[in-house]
């Protein structure tokens, strides 16, 4: 099985370095670094492989991420040798070695991004192990290249949830804890337009949620 890691890049070029070097020991068939020239997001940029991949899996890896667990194509491998087609979301740790927020979750109604999802989630958070789960992180993911193709891509319409809605459209996802890597996020410098992309991509996500939802009523 082929196993291509796809790398969208706008970041620090230390860490990309370091990363390169850590995926080059591990054996994988093909590592691609995804330039958005036209700087539209990191959605744009993941999309590149669209046209790139054409079978295989794609590993989806941020690149301020950084490897922990060793053995890691094997183990994507392995994952994927039932044959189905699905998502797969990674283990991510914070800069202090512990579980990442938002690494992955359940679409909680009515208020599936705010406080009272964060304090449910805080419970799946707490114990990573092996589960089924509406959503997985785009930071680290993985799925088949066909499926990829047939989802059209992650929405580049989103700024921070396009991990959210590509498996909101892939009907779930699955979380698998044996793959680790840690996120060497920076800081955010512009935090009032960080908050103004986090509430216009809750209005998208609820906005393409609803409109299905109409259509399904319909039909």
């Known amino acids: 099985m082929k196993v291509t890691v796809a790398i969208p890049h706008a970041g620090s070029k230390a860490k990309l370095e370091k990363l390169l070097g850590q995926l ?34 794609i590993w989806f890896l941020d690149d301020d991420m950084e490897l922990v667990s060793e053995g890691n194509r094997a183990k994507i491998e392995k994952i994927f040798a039932d044959g189905r087609e699905k998502i797969v979301g990674t283990l991510i740790l914070d800069k202090k070695g512990e579980p990442m927020r938002w690494n992955y979750g359940k679409f909680i ?46 929405d ?35 935090r009032l337009m960080w908050w103004r992309a986090i509430v216009s991509d809750r209005r998208r996500f609820l906005g393409k949620r609803r409109d299905e939802s109409e259509e399904r009523s319909r039909g």
């Not at 989630?121 to 680290?140: F, H, N, T, Y």
């Open 109 to 154: 109604q009515p208020l599936w991004l705010d406080g009272l999802s964060y304090w449910k989630l805080k419970r799946l958070w707490a114990k990573p192990e092996r589960r089924r789960v509406d959503w997985v992180a785009e930071g680290s993911m993985v799925m088949e290249a066909d499926l990829f193709r047939r989802l059209g891509g992650f």
């Open 24 to 57: 080059a020991a591990d054996g994988f068939d093909s590592v691609l670094v995804l330039g958005d020239k036209e700087r539209k997001g990191p959605a744009s940029a993941r999309n590149l492989a669209l046209g790139k991949v054409k079978d295989g899996v």
């Open 156 to 190: 580049a319409g989103f700024l921070y949830h396009e991990g959210q809605d590509l498996c909101r459209r892939a009907g779930g996802a699955e979380f698998e804890p044996s793959v680790v890597v840690r996120h060497n996020q920076g800081r955010t410098r512009l």
